[in-house]
């Protein structure tokens, strides 16, 4: 079956493939859990001793198209940290297509330690802890990429980072109001937003639910891409058809 799949991937039905291939996945999680799923807490050293050896520092396609996005966002020049950094493969792909500096942090040691064996400056931090015990300049841009979901306080977080950013703030969230969602939750299951257990998620947003909670925290959205979602829709209606966003957040006070 792996072979077929291959053989489909690198041949000229590839686009076809992955459209089913796609919709597929996106009809099971209306049903279905992951096959990884478990009740219980993360620890991200175990996870990246589970993490196949070769997938490490690779981006998958929906990783890809984030960094894509975050690469479009930055100019060449800047200075770019990345807070939960993981394995690295979003600097290292930023920093193939634009001449940019580039930082992490991350709270696994596993992760920390791979990162530096890539030439990354990657750094020991847990996030959950003031920021300010770890930052002692400024950055153009701070990455914040599928974290702020994880954290019970993400208004601390943001909050402290406004003297540390000249630029601006990258976010990236899952859309809860995303159609299939939507769907899962009309059909007696939470949204499907995680990979082993739901207690991976702590904080869930909406399109106008983000927009009205940065609002609240007195920051500005100057840019709002919805990078992943239904082809052709989630450029019209957002709100429904974006499976999640990138927000770059500038200071408004």
Not at 101 to 130: H, M
Not at 140 to 152: F, T
């Amino acid at each position: 079956m792996e072979s077929l799949k291959t053989t489909l991937r690198n041949s000229p039905l590839r686009a076809v493939y992955l459209g089913l291939a796609n919709s597929y996945r996106g009809i099971k999680r209306l049903f279905l859990y992951p096959s990884t799923a478990r009740v219980g807490v993360v620890d991200y050293d175990t996870y990246w001793d589970n993490k196949a050896p070769g997938q490490l520092g690779q981006l998958s396609t929906w990783r890809q198209k984030r960094a894509q996005v975050f690469t479009d966002i930055v100019s060449d020049g800047d200075s770019v940290l990345d807070l939960g950094v993981g394995d690295g493969a979003l600097l290292i792909y930023m920093q193939q297509h634009k001449r940019i500096e580039v930082y992490g942090l991350d709270v696994s040691p596993k992760a920390v330690e791979f990162c530096r064996a890539q030439g990354l400056q990657v750094d020991l931090a847990d996030i959950n802890k003031p920021i300010t015990d770890f930052l002692k300049s400024q950055y153009d841009y701070i990455i914040c990429s599928e974290i702020i979901e994880h954290l019970p306080d993400p208004e601390s977080l943001l909050n402290n980072l406004r003297p540390y950013v000249r630029k601006g703030i990258i976010v990236s969230i899952p859309n809860t109001g995303f159609h299939q969602h939507r769907l899962r939750l009309l059909l007696g299951r939470f949204p499907l937003q995680w990979v082993v257990t739901p207690g991976e998620h702590l904080r869930f947003w909406t399109r106008t639910d983000f927009h009205w909670w940065a609002g609240q925290l007195q920051f500005k959205i100057i840019n709002e891409v919805p990078y992943q979602g239904t082809r052709w829709f989630k450029d019209i209606w957002p709100g429904l058809f974006a499976a999640a966003f990138v927000y770059v957040l500038k200071d408004s006070r």
